[in-house]
């Protein structure tokens, strides 16, 4: 039996549903992620995007960069969604939208070069100044 994840936002204006093993979930520093929740880090979920959908509602895009966009709530702005422009295999979801975000542990910190200064979580995850590699 797949794994079944499923969330939403704030209002409950938008649901999503991802079947199976995310790719990846990692907590994300970078600033464009602060800035677009309104939190110091923002945990993501990759999903294939053929084993994921918006099952009540849709999200808002906005092209967020020259190579993503960002999907949240148009009647509460609750952050729900990072996706490529290009290549958009995979979906990236809000743990904190999760109805059980503790099934979606982070496996690795993204972009630490751009986490604020007094933020300091202890914990034994890798750590990648910028992106995977870098």
Known sequence: MSE???GGCLC?????????????????????CRRGSGATIVTWAAFAAADFAFTRGAPVWRQSSDIARRGFCGACG??????RLQGADKIDVTVGTCDRPEALAPREHLWTDAA???????????????????
């Open 12 to 32: 409950g204006a938008v649901r999503w549903r991802a079947t199976g093993m995310p790719r990846n979930v990692n907590h994300c520093h970078c600033e464009m």
């Open 78 to 83: 609750s952050a729900l969604a990072w996706q």
């Open 116 to 134: 604020v200064s007094w933020l300091h979580i202890q914990d034994n995850l890798p750590r990648h100044r910028q992106q995977r590699g870098s």
């Open 4 to 6: 079944v994840h499923e």
